[in-house]
């Protein structure tokens, strides 16, 4: 059973900067593309950074040039680096790591940013 737990969330000034990880749990895996998504209430579950296991990265208009994804597959890890960071990136962020096959997709349990003064 593959378990993701992601850390690093917290409160932030605008401006501010944050670095979110998503660590699988356990002995190490092999997954094909590994995901940052948010989710702030009211709204839909929005993807913010994907990357695929030969490190070829996407970015919505929203966060690009800000946010930057990163994994280390040793560590079946994927990194979050967030930077000037907005009130309106206030969301929970989740990770999610599709299987190798690409059949199963796992998800973490998501970790709160706020970006508030």
């Known amino acids: 059973q593959v378990q993701l737990v992601e850390s690093g969330g917290g409160l932030v000034q605008p401006g501010g900067s944050l670095r979110l990880s998503c660590a699988a749990s356990?002995?190490?895996?092999?997954?094909?593309?590994m995901n940052w998504y948010r989710q702030a209430p009211g709204k839909q579950r929005e993807l913010v950074a994907a990357i695929t296991s030969g490190g070829i990265t996407n970015y919505p208009d929203s966060v690009k040039g800000r946010f930057t994804i990163s994994r280390d597959n040793a560590r079946s890890t994927v990194y979050l680096q967030m930077n000037n960071l907005k009130p309106e990136d206030t969301a929970v962020y989740l990770c999610?790591?599709?299987?190798?096959?690409?059949?199963?997709?796992?998800w973490g349990q998501g970790t709160q940013v706020t970006v508030s003064s």
């Open positions: 356990g002995r190490r895996f092999v997954f094909s593309t």
């Open positions: 999610s790591a599709r299987s190798a096959d690409f059949r199963l997709e796992y």
